[in-house]
């Protein structure tokens, strides 16, 4: 049987054939920075990112995710340049990715169309539509998913009141088995307003501290084999027994 390319490796081949470079998860202790983590896009060496992607192992952590899954509907808010739009339609190939981007510079409101055309051009099933989340979710889930989600990707506004805004607006489209994906959680210390939105309507929500953003996965019913995710990606009682206990919780004493 052929070997099939990872969806990594044909990520950065796709941007690479429209003319672009990108660099992601450059090690902060040698990069001496931890500034180039997240997912940027050049021309040439020149920096062109508006609105960061998400880093490669976030990439492999969705990639995973949707091995345990069968995603049809997906929904994202937050487009930027198109990385994690791209990234779920590789790694979903029997499903319909959507996503708003309110594209408010011109960096992100050109990657709105150019999306949408690399997309095309790769036979990936990829809507990009420009509004504003949460306004405009409701609309585009009827128009585009026939108003069912089987997982959404929050990664727009980065603040407590739009995260609960969002999650708000998205679980009418939900189903028992929806997974929400909230990325940035721990970095931009939005734990306080996910919680708050889970807490209105309550819903199991996990963190995964093996995420470089601290990405939160929400669901009523995670799906068969996600209890070796979560001991993968740092959301299980050993994280939290070093958390708590620091090197001490799996360092024996000399
Ligand atoms: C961090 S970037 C998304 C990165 C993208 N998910 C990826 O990994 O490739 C955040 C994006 O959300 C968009 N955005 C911010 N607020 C929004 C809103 N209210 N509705 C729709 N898009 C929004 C920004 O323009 C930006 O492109």
Same mark, same amino acid.
């Given at each position: 049987? @052929?070997?099939?390319?990872?969806?990594?490796?044909?990520?950065?081949?796709?941007?690479?054939?429209?003319?672009?470079?990108?660099?992601?998860?450059?090690? /902060?202790?040698?990069?001496?920075?931890?500034?180039? +983590?997240?997912?940027?896009?050049?021309?040439?060496?020149?920096?062109?990112?508006?609105?960061?992607?998400?880093?490669?192992?976030?990439?492999?952590?969705?990639?995973?995710?949707?091995?345990?899954?069968?995603?049809?509907?997906?929904?994202?808010?937050?487009?930027?340049?198109?990385?994690?739009?791209? @990234?779920?339609?590789?790694?979903?190939?029997?499903?319909?990715?959507? $996503?708003?981007?309110?594209?408010?510079?011109?960096?992100?409101?050109?990657?709105?169309?150019?999306?949408?055309?690399? $997309?095309?051009?790769?036979?990936?099933? +990829?809507? +990009?539509?420009?509004?504003?989340?949460?306004?405009?979710? $409701?609309?585009?889930?009827?128009?585009?998913?026939?108003?069912?989600?089987?997982?959404?990707?929050?990664?727009?506004?980065?603040?407590?009141?739009?995260?609960?805004?969002?999650?708000?607006?998205?679980?009418?489209?939900?189903?028992?088995?929806?997974?929400?994906?909230?990325?940035?959680?721990? @970095?931009?210390?939005?734990?306080?307003?996910?919680?708050?939105?889970?807490?209105?309507?309550?819903?199991?929500?996990?963190?995964?501290?093996?995420?470089?953003?601290?990405?939160?996965?929400?669901? $009523?019913?995670?799906?068969?084999?996600?209890? +070796?995710?979560?001991?993968?990606?740092?959301?299980?009682?050993?994280?939290?027994?070093?958390?708590?206990?620091?090197?001490?919780?799996?360092? /024996?004493?000399?």
């Amino acid at each position: 049987m @052929a070997k099939s390319k990872s969806v990594a490796l044909r990520l950065f081949e796709i941007y690479k054939k429209n003319g672009f470079m990108l660099s992601s998860e450059l090690e /902060p202790e040698y990069m001496k920075t931890d500034k180039f +983590v997240f997912t940027r896009l050049y021309i040439g060496h020149m920096n062109q990112t508006y609105h960061l992607g998400i880093a490669m192992r976030e990439i492999a952590f969705l990639e995973s995710l949707s091995s345990l899954a069968d995603f049809k509907n997906i929904f994202i808010i937050g487009n930027s340049f198109g990385f994690s739009t791209l @990234a779920l339609a590789l790694m979903n190939p029997q499903a319909k990715v959507v $996503a708003i981007e309110i594209g408010m510079e011109p960096f992100t409101e050109k990657w709105i169309e150019a999306t949408n055309i690399i $997309a095309q051009a790769e036979g990936l099933n +990829v809507k +990009v539509v420009q509004g504003s989340s949460p306004d405009n979710n $409701a609309e585009i889930i009827e128009r585009e998913l026939g108003g069912s989600i089987d997982f959404a990707f929050v990664d727009g506004l980065h603040t407590n009141e739009a995260v609960q805004k969002d999650f708000d607006s998205l679980r009418p489209f939900g189903h028992e088995r929806t997974i929400y994906g909230f990325h940035d959680v721990l @970095a931009h210390k939005m734990v306080e307003g996910l919680s708050a939105a889970v807490g209105r309507n309550p819903i199991p929500t996990q963190i995964f501290f093996a995420t470089p953003s601290g990405i939160a996965l929400a669901s $009523a019913a995670f799906p068969e084999g996600f209890d +070796v995710f979560c001991d993968l990606y740092g959301s299980n009682s050993l994280t939290q027994a070093i958390l708590q206990k620091g090197v001490a919780a799996v360092v /024996p004493a000399a």
